[in-house]
């Protein structure tokens, strides 16, 4: 049985969504330093070009190739800008099932990119890799992330109490880390049924944990 995703792009009317390229690294670099990616990610503090080369063109084929999952790099169709991210990861070969996360750029917020570019691996996901189950975590006070969770048809199926850890800005401009609970979501086949395209409207960064689970 396969036990790793094929290496492939996939296009919707607005995006592509493919694997990073060297050229995406400086925009990685800005996207990453967002305050909202630092509080409800767990990216590196501070994040640093050299991260972002790491993260791109190591860490994120890494996750392939060793069959944990796949990353794709999420750009404008037509510009090739970079919008985000969606990765799925803690890949289940042998349940066929996969947790997702995402993260959008601040300047691509609120167009739909997220709902559109995750319903697209969603069906991805379904039709040609014939998963059973896509799962997302997102944290309690990310409602942003909960909107685009409920726009694709996820049901939330409960809550794991304090179970994730988010960050919050000190006085002193710095970050600390703090407890959350983390609302479980998933979405199978079926609860795609009805579920318009193109989405539009809620946007962010969704999904408990993305970068630190590449190494």
Same mark, same amino acid.
């Given at each position: 049985?396969?036990?790793?995703?094929?290496?492939?792009?996939?296009?919707?009317?607005?995006?592509?969504?493919?694997?990073?390229?060297?050229?995406?690294?400086?925009?990685?670099?800005?996207?990453?330093?967002?305050?909202?990616?630092?509080?409800?990610?767990?990216?590196?503090?501070?994040?640093?070009?050299?991260?972002?080369?790491?993260?791109?063109?190591?860490?994120?084929?890494?996750?392939?190739?060793?069959?944990? !999952?796949?990353?794709?790099?999420?750009?404008?169709?037509?510009?090739?800008?970079?919008?985000?991210?969606?990765?799925?990861?803690?890949?289940?070969?042998?349940? +066929? !099932?996969?947790?997702?996360?995402?993260?959008?750029?601040?300047?691509?917020?609120?167009? !739909?990119?997220?709902?559109?570019?995750?319903?697209?691996?969603?069906?991805?996901?379904?039709?040609?890799?014939?998963?059973?189950?896509?799962?997302?975590?997102?944290?309690?006070?990310?409602?942003?992330?909960?909107?685009?969770?409920?726009?694709?048809?996820?049901?939330?199926?409960?809550? +794991?109490?304090?179970?994730?850890?988010?960050?919050?800005?000190?006085?002193?401009?710095?970050?600390?880390?703090?407890?959350?609970?983390?609302?479980?979501?998933?979405?199978?086949?079926?609860?795609?049924?009805?579920?318009?395209?193109?989405?539009?409207?809620?946007?962010?960064?969704?999904?408990?944990?993305?970068?630190?689970?590449?190494?």
């Amino acid at each position: 049985m396969t036990s790793t995703f094929p290496d492939i792009s996939i296009s919707t009317e607005r995006l592509v969504l493919r694997p990073f390229e060297e050229a995406d690294v400086p925009a990685l670099a800005d996207m990453m330093t967002d305050e909202f990616v630092v509080a409800w990610t767990r990216a590196p503090y501070p994040y640093t070009q050299r991260d972002a080369r790491d993260q791109a063109l190591r860490l994120a084929p890494a996750e392939r190739t060793t069959g944990r !999952g796949i990353v794709f790099a999420v750009a404008e169709f037509l510009t090739q800008r970079l919008v985000g991210i969606v990765h799925l990861r803690n890949t289940d070969w042998r349940i +066929l !099932g996969t947790e997702v996360s995402y993260i959008t750029a601040p300047w691509a917020r609120g167009e !739909g990119y997220a709902s559109e570019s995750v319903l697209a691996v969603a069906r991805w996901l379904f039709q040609d890799q014939k998963f059973e189950r896509l799962e997302l975590r997102t944290a309690a006070d990310n409602t942003a992330a909960q909107q685009v969770a409920q726009k694709i048809g996820c049901i939330s199926e409960g809550v +794991l109490r304090n179970a994730g850890i988010a960050r919050t800005q000190t006085e002193d401009g710095g970050w600390t880390d703090l407890r959350t609970d983390l609302i479980v979501w998933s979405l199978l086949a079926e609860d795609l049924d009805g579920v318009p395209e193109p989405l539009a409207g809620t946007d962010g960064f969704g999904g408990y944990a993305t970068y630190s689970d590449w190494g």
